[in-house]
């Protein structure tokens, strides 16, 4: 299973833009991205998955480069209650156990 | 429908006694997850089970450590002669199978005094 490094933390303020980048250079050809979101005293919550180019869904868009050794999320205008650990998944969609790294804490400041 | 749910939220326990964690999938998922998160860390898989397939126990930290489901239902995760090192959430999560979308429950958090 491809390893993902990404940022420990990040701080902003509301109403910006957060882009979280991960990286994954051992990403195998069939392999997807996934990220989801963890808010504290909760389980993890599937935000968005994507194989290459460009996502978008009512929460983030994710994106990939061409070479797919690293993607982004992007959270549009966020709020105080995108305070979460974001984590970047990589597996091949089959199901099966996932692995999770350290994620990212990010903090919205008003 | 309703959600992953598991029992109980919280539970206090002394070292070297035994716990058992229920978890109920949402309904009509095949496949069912365990994982354990300590304190500022990421989750730690446990343990797999997809459909009448064997689990995938590859996870488990030792011996003391079982789980059990019964068909496509709710599974029970034990842990023997607990240790304070033990000490963590527990997470369960279930999925439609062959996907890497997985819904969690809120989690167990255990303390083993």
């Known amino acids: 299973l491809a390893k993902t490094t990404q940022p420990i933390s990040m701080d902003s303020y509301e109403g910006q833009e957060v882009n979280i980048t991960c990286s994954h250079n051992?990403?195998?050809?069939?392999?997807?991205i996934t990220w989801y979101q963890q808010f504290p005293s909760q389980g993890p919550r599937f935000i968005i998955q994507g194989y290459k180019t460009k996502v978008t869904n009512e929460v983030a868009s994710l994106f990939i480069p061409a070479d797919r050794k690293s993607s982004t999320l992007s959270l549009p205008r966020v709020s105080l209650s995108d305070t979460a650990v974001y984590y970047c998944?990589?597996?091949?969609?089959?199901?099966?156990?996932?692995?999770f790294g350290q994620g990212t804490e990010l903090s919205v400041k008003p | 429908g309703a959600g992953v749910s598991q029992s109980p939220s919280n539970k206090v326990t002394e070292k070297g006694k035994d716990v058992e964690l229920r978890c109920d999938p949402i309904?009509?998922?095949?496949?069912l997850y365990w994982y354990r998160q300590r304190l500022g860390q990421g989750l730690e898989f446990l343990i797999y089970f997809q459909g009448n397939s064997a689990p995938d126990k590859s996870g488990l930290p030792s011996d003391r450590f079982s789980a059990e489901r019964t068909g496509e239902s709710v599974s029970t995760l034990t842990i023997q002669r607990t240790q304070q090192e033990d000490s963590a959430v527990y997470l369960c999560?279930?999925?439609?199978?062959?996907?890497?979308?997985?819904?969690f429950g809120p989690g167990t958090r255990l303390t083993v005094l």
């Open positions: 998944l990589v597996g091949d969609n089959q199901g099966g156990k996932l692995i």
């Open positions: 999560a279930s999925s439609s199978g062959g996907t890497d979308t997985q819904y």
């Open positions: 051992n990403i195998a050809t069939n392999d997807y």
């Open positions: 309904s009509g998922h095949t496949a």
